[in-house]
Every structure is written in structure tokens, then in C-alpha cells.
């Protein structure tokens, strides 16, 4: 872990309030983002599970726990989720033959849509009450927040991570900071949230996406 001899104070200037859900030991934190953007945005608790099989049906190479492409996860779900409790997440990961994605819900949450990485403009959804999604390479730091914040690392774990940004703020030397919510449960972090810095966005983001209205 990178040291410290005091705890980081981050001064919240926006914060967009998300409930922290936990994917278990499944490969789906794309659809965890997914749900909780286009859930927040509509107010309703959406289904990663429709967000999971809807990009699993469209994925051709997709085996069991490798992830998903976030590029077809935001087509597949382009018209929106249903609420969780029409289709709710299961701890293990759908067999061969597929089973048929479900019919006949209402569903919500707007298209998403993937953005460029300017964290400029990131800040400027989330004045608006967007939370942004984003892909980030994890790091030793990543894994266990200390008191809630992410400490820049350099060294990073094989592949990639999807997390929401719901806020920024700034620290007593005035680096900007990113609040992410967590699809690792409220045992991460501080209630599933933590602040990165700005370094680490830039450094480790290879993808972000959001609602553009």
C-alpha cells in the first residue's frame, strides 16, 4: 500500500447519491454500472441481470466470468432495464444454451453513450446530477481504500474494472478527486465508496460513458 501519515480529508463539492450493490463472484460490472446509472437517472433499482444477459446474447466470443465489452453492453441495453425485482441478480453465471431474455417488462433509464475522456466535461455531468461510468485498471491501492480514499499507484492488476463516478471534490493541497461507487459490496471502501484522484483517472481510465441529456 502507498503510505501516509495523516488521512487525506477530501472537501465534497458535488456528491450524487448511489447505492452501493454487490456482483458476488460474477464478471459483471459493466451491467452493475449500467443499472446504476440508467437507475439513478430514472429512479428506479433497474436488473443487472437483464443488463448481463441482454450483452451475453449479443457477444459471440462471451465465456462464463471473462467480463463484458462495454461497447455492446450500451447497445444491448440502448432501450433500457426493468426493475430489479422482475428480474433480479443471481449469484451464478447463466448456462449454455443461453436462456431467451425476458419479455414483457417496462423498462427504463435513458441510452448511454460513451464519452471523451475529459474529466472537464465529467465534471459538468456530474453538476448536472449525471453519474458517469468508467473503466479503470485496479490497483493494490484499489483493493482495500484507506479511510475511503484511493492512493495513484502505477502498478495495476490484469484487466479492467467498471465503476460509477458520482461526485468530485478537492484535498487540502487542492488535487481534484473522483467519488466512485463500488459494485463490490458496502464493505468496500466507506459504504461501497471512495475517492481516486485525478491522476488515477487519467492514468488508468480506458473507457468512459454516460447519458448524454
Not at 453513450?113 to 456530474?126: G, P, V, Y
Not at 487542492?174 to 467519488?179: K, N, R, S, V
Request: neutral net charge.
Amino acid at each position: 500500500f502507498a503510505s501516509r501519515n495523516r488521512p487525506i480529508v477530501i472537501r465534497a463539492q458535488v456528491t450524487i447519491p448511489m447505492n452501493p450493490r454487490d456482483q458476488g463472484n460474477r464478471g459483471s460490472c459493466v451491467a452493475f454500472s449500467l443499472a446504476g446509472i440508467k437507475g439513478n437517472l430514472s429512479n428506479h433499482l433497474l436488473s443487472p441481470e437483464y443488463a448481463y444477459l441482454a450483452t451475453v446474447h449479443r457477444s459471440p466470443t462471451w465465456t462464463p466470468n471473462a467480463g463484458l465489452d462495454v461497447r455492446i453492453a450500451i447497445a444491448a441495453t440502448a432501450t433500457g432495464l426493468p426493475e430489479d425485482h422482475h428480474y433480479p441478480y443471481q449469484q451464478n453465471e447463466p448456462g449454455h444454451p443461453l436462456p431467451p431474455l425476458p419479455s414483457g417488462f417496462t423498462l427504463h433509464g435513458p441510452n448511454l453513450t460513451l464519452l471523451a475522456a475529459d474529466l472537464d466535461k465529467i465534471k459538468q455531468w456530474l453538476d448536472l446530477g449525471r453519474p458517469v461510468g468508467v473503466l479503470v485498471s485496479t490497483t493494490q491501492s484499489f483493493m482495500c481504500p484507506i479511510e475511503g480514499v484511493v492512493t495513484f499507484e502505477t502498478n495495476v492488476f490484469p484487466g479492467r474494472h467498471a465503476v460509477v463516478i458520482v461526485g468530485y471534490g478537492h484535498d487540502d493541497s487542492g488535487t481534484a478527486h473522483y467519488l466512485i461507487c463500488n459494485s463490490w459490496g458496502v464493505s468496500w471502501g466507506v459504504n461501497g465508496h471512495a475517492w481516486v484522484p485525478h491522476t488515477y483517472l487519467t492514468t488508468h481510465a480506458s473507457c468512459i460513458y454516460g447519458a448524454d441529456r
